[in-house]
């Protein structure tokens, strides 16, 4: 067990674990992309660690960029999102994947999705390291899915609990 705030967690996956599902997923994306050049747009904050181990695990041409959005709180699943940090990268005609730390209700990537596809890329896919099925509001296809979860709320590897546990090195789920 471990402490977050006021809030107690308990290991789910290992770093060993997160390790192996990474190598999956980048010899998956290498099928598909590995002579394309593809183009990840990794969704800031959270997604900044797994995006640095699955760049690291491709073996192949490849570029990164980042983007950062907030979703008004108190704002109901509209899902309204601002760009804080918007995309420096020309991605008309590129393969693109977004890389996404956890998909929820899914309205994060749904419209940030929308938002990409206006840019016109060649393709548009979705990796994730984790995914809460039963959670999902909206009609998404996420095409690399490290781990499927529950609803229950997680931290470490890049999630956080109000800003912290992100630097946690296994992925931790609420103890209850
Ligand atoms: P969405 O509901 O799919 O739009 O998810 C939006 C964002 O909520 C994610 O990018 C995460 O930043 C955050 N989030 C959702 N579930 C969790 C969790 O279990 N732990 C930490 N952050 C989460
Ligand atoms: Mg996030």
């Known amino acids: 067990m471990i402490q977050v705030l006021d809030k107690k967690f308990r290991k789910l996956f290992s770093e060993n674990e997160i390790r192996i599902q990474v190598e999956r ?43 950062k959005q907030r979703s008004y709180q108190g704002m109901e699943s509209s899902g309204k999102l601002t760009q804080v940090l918007g995309l420096d990268s020309d991605i008309k005609g590129r393969h693109v994947v ?46 690399y899915v490290g781990f499927e979860v529950s609803t229950l709320f997680l931290v470490g590897y890049g999630l956080d609990y109000d800003g912290f546990g992100r630097n946690l090195k296994d992925i931790y789920v609420l103890a209850e």
């Open 98 to 143: 977004i890389v996404e730390d956890i998909v929820d209700s899914g309205l994060t990537m749904y419209h940030l999705r929308e938002q990409l596809l206006q840019q016109q890329p060649a393709s548009l896919r979705i990796a994730c390291c984790t995914f809460k099925p039963e959670a999902l509001k909206c009609p998404l296809k996420l095409d």
């Open 25 to 67: 997923l980048a010899s998956e994306i290498k099928a598909d992309l590995g002579d394309k050049r593809p183009l990840f747009v990794a969704v800031l904050n959270g997604a900044f660690v797994f995006a640095a181990d699955l760049m690291r695990a491709l073996d192949f041409p490849c570029e990164i960029s980042f983007v």
